[in-house]
């Protein structure tokens, strides 16, 4: 019996060596008539230096604050616990600055000026809102699944590397190709419906947010859905995939590079001696057509190159022609278009599109030349490949046009196209031939047919 009582007073003693904490616990559980060995053994909690004092009494005040705000904000309604916050927030403020005005008086400033409204920005009318833009989209703010190709080809169409309408559409095809190479069906989907509602449309999406699709590429963006949805669901998707690159190849290929051959040709045997052709800034078809005049035909003429006065683009373009041998005559503006125009045979432009009604979409400025020849009783002929015809119909320039980034204030901006009406076009040459302006509804269906 005594070494069972021993035992607890020597696990006692045994927690008592350990641990300063331990010993105060022991203490508060020893009676009152327990001997104390000195002051530092005092019943009760450890003796509380100054700075914790004030930190704790500190801390109590801060736990009462939140309940009664908690408290107050369960009571009031929303509106009165916001305007509370709010007014919280604003004394809390001043007292900073009440405070340390010394010290804080740059911070205060600084925090001012970034607080300040920004300045408004240039915006377009309302009445011109329906007009879109291009805009530089980052990189950074595209969708995850934007193919690295896609993400390539929109800045370089945000930024006008690639700017006319028939580029942009075999560019848009030939990336679209390299999506499909690396596309692989989901589980439990199917390539006709996956590729073309999830994949493909992120894709347009992202294309489109970078620059507004112009005619050419709805057109082929369609003419592609339209082939993918006659795959058949069967067939594995390497073959599938297979069969809808070599489909694109075949596109491209017939719509793009062989019309532009046939359209240059076709043009350039419109060209006689002794011919004064006048021409706007510049298009890859109309500098072909006059090479392939003077080179291959042999055809001795002069040209008159009228320039963009916004963006000159004409004037590498009459370096080419007069490297080649071709009389040029440059002008870098339409402030003398009459005069330029006197000694004039024929107007060679190229189109952007053309619509159901036989107006012609193309650069800003077009529109005037084609008026000023048809007072002259000059031939206007405009080159265009049938893929850029389109079944809407446009009687004015404010329908369909954008508005150029780099030229857009608060005061004025600039339409990057025009609109021609049929009655100023003598001629539209194609690779399917050529034909008035309003034949265009005839070579729609002719195309439907093909």
Same mark, same amino acid.
């Given at each position: 019996?005594?070494?069972?009582?021993?035992?607890?007073?020597?696990?006692?003693?045994?927690?008592?060596?350990?641990?300063?904490?331990?010993?105060?616990?022991?203490?508060?559980?020893?009676?009152?008539?327990?001997?104390?060995a000195?002051?530092?053994?005092?019943?009760?909690?450890?003796?509380?230096?100054?700075?914790?004092?004030?930190?704790?009494?500190?801390?109590?005040?801060?736990?009462?604050?939140?309940?009664?705000?908690?408290?107050?904000?369960?009571?009031?309604?929303?509106?009165?616990?916001?305007?509370?916050?709010?007014?919280?927030?604003?004394?809390?403020?001043?007292?900073?600055?009440?405070g340390?005005?010394?010290?804080?008086?740059?911070?205060?400033a600084?925090?001012?000026?970034?607080?300040?409204?920004?300045?408004?920005?240039?915006?377009?009318?309302?009445?011109?809102?329906?007009?879109?833009?291009?805009?530089?989209?980052?990189?950074?703010?595209?969708?995850?699944?934007?193919?690295?190709?896609?993400?390539?080809?929109?800045?370089?169409?945000?930024?006008?590397?690639?700017?006319?309408?028939?580029?942009r559409?075999?560019?848009?095809?030939?990336a679209?190709?390299?999506?499909?190479?690396?596309?692989?069906?989901?589980?439990?989907?199917?390539?006709?419906?996956?590729?073309?509602?999830?994949?493909?449309?992120?894709?347009?999406?992202?294309?489109?947010?970078?620059?507004?699709?112009?005619?050419?590429?709805?057109?082929?963006?369609?003419?592609?859905?339209?082939?993918?949805?006659?795959v058949?669901?069967?067939?594995?998707?390497?073959?599938?995939?297979?069969?809808?690159?070599?489909?694109?190849?075949?596109?491209?290929?017939?719509?793009?590079?062989?019309?532009?051959?046939?359209?240059?040709?076709?043009? !350039?045997?419109? #060209?006689?001696?002794?011919? @004064?052709?006048?021409? %706007?800034? *510049?298009?890859?078809?109309?500098? /072909? =057509?006059? $090479?392939?005049?003077?080179?291959?035909?042999?055809?001795?003429?002069?040209?008159?190159?009228?320039?963009?006065p916004?963006?000159?683009?004409?004037?590498?373009? !009459?370096?080419? #022609?007069?490297?080649?041998? @071709?009389p040029v005559? %440059?002008? *870098?503006?339409?402030?003398?278009? /009459? =005069?330029? $125009?006197?000694?004039?045979?024929?107007?060679?432009?190229?189109?952007?599109?053309?619509?159901?009604?036989?107006?012609?979409?193309?650069?800003?400025?077009?529109?005037?030349?084609?008026?000023?020849?048809?007072?002259?009783?000059?031939?206007v002929?405009?080159?265009?490949?049938?893929?850029?015809?389109?079944?809407?119909?446009?009687?004015?320039?404010l329908?369909?046009?954008?508005?150029?980034?780099?030229?857009?204030?608060?005061?004025?901006?600039?339409?990057?196209?025009?609109?021609?009406?049929?009655?100023?076009?003598?001629?539209?040459?194609?690779?399917?031939?050529?034909?008035?302006?309003?034949?265009?509804?005839?070579?729609?269906?002719?195309?439907e047919?093909?």
């Open positions: 019996m005594s070494k069972e009582g021993e035992k607890p007073a020597a696990g006692a003693g045994v927690a008592a060596s350990s641990s300063k904490p331990q010993q105060a616990d022991q203490s508060n559980g020893q009676p009152k008539d327990a001997p104390v000195g002051p530092s053994a005092a019943p009760g909690e450890k003796k509380l230096s100054g700075a914790e004092l004030k930190k704790k009494a500190k801390e109590e005040k801060a736990a009462r604050r939140m309940q009664a705000k908690a408290a107050q904000t369960a009571a009031a309604p929303p509106g009165a616990a916001a305007a509370a916050a709010a007014a919280a927030a604003a004394a809390k403020g001043k007292g900073k600055q009440d340390g005005a010394g010290a804080h008086g740059s911070k205060t600084s925090k001012a000026a970034s607080t300040a409204p920004p300045k408004s920005k240039a915006t377009v009318p309302e009445c011109f809102s329906h007009l879109s833009m291009a805009k530089r989209m980052k990189i950074t703010q595209a969708d995850k699944d934007v193919h690295p190709v896609i993400l390539q080809l929109g800045q370089q169409m945000s930024t006008f590397a690639i700017s006319d309408s028939i580029t559409a075999e560019a848009t095809l030939l679209f190709k390299k999506v499909i190479e690396s596309y692989t069906t989901p589980h439990g989907a199917t390539l006709s419906r996956h590729l073309t509602s999830v994949v493909l449309k992120n894709q347009i999406e992202y294309l489109t947010a970078c620059r507004p699709m112009c005619f050419s590429m709805g057109n082929a963006v369609r003419w592609l859905k339209l082939q993918i949805s006659k058949d669901i069967d067939l594995p998707d390497a073959d599938a995939k297979k069969q809808l690159c070599s489909a694109i190849d075949a596109f491209v290929h017939e719509r793009v590079t062989l019309a532009d051959l046939v359209i240059v040709e076709t043009a !350039a045997a419109l #060209l006689t001696d002794d011919d @004064v052709v006048v021409t %706007y800034a *510049h298009h890859h078809l109309v500098e /072909r =057509a006059l $090479l392939r005049a003077r080179a291959v035909h042999g055809r001795r003429f002069r040209v008159v190159l009228v320039d963009d916004f963006e000159r683009v004409g004037l590498a373009h !009459a370096e080419r #022609l007069s490297a080649a041998g @071709v005559a %440059y002008s *870098h503006d339409l402030g003398a278009l /009459r =005069a330029n $125009l006197q000694g004039a045979t024929c107007v060679l432009v190229a189109a952007e599109a053309m619509f159901s009604n036989g107006a012609v979409y193309a650069r800003a400025g077009t529109s005037d030349i084609a008026a000023v020849a048809r007072d002259l009783n000059l031939r002929v405009a080159l265009c490949e049938s893929i850029n015809f389109t079944e809407r119909v446009s009687a004015d320039a329908t369909y046009n954008e508005i150029d980034p780099e030229r857009n204030s608060g005061e004025a901006f600039r339409l990057l196209f025009d609109t021609t009406t049929d009655k100023f076009i003598s001629m539209v040459v194609t690779e399917l031939g050529n034909s008035s302006a309003k034949s265009v509804p005839a070579i729609l269906r002719k195309l047919e093909l």
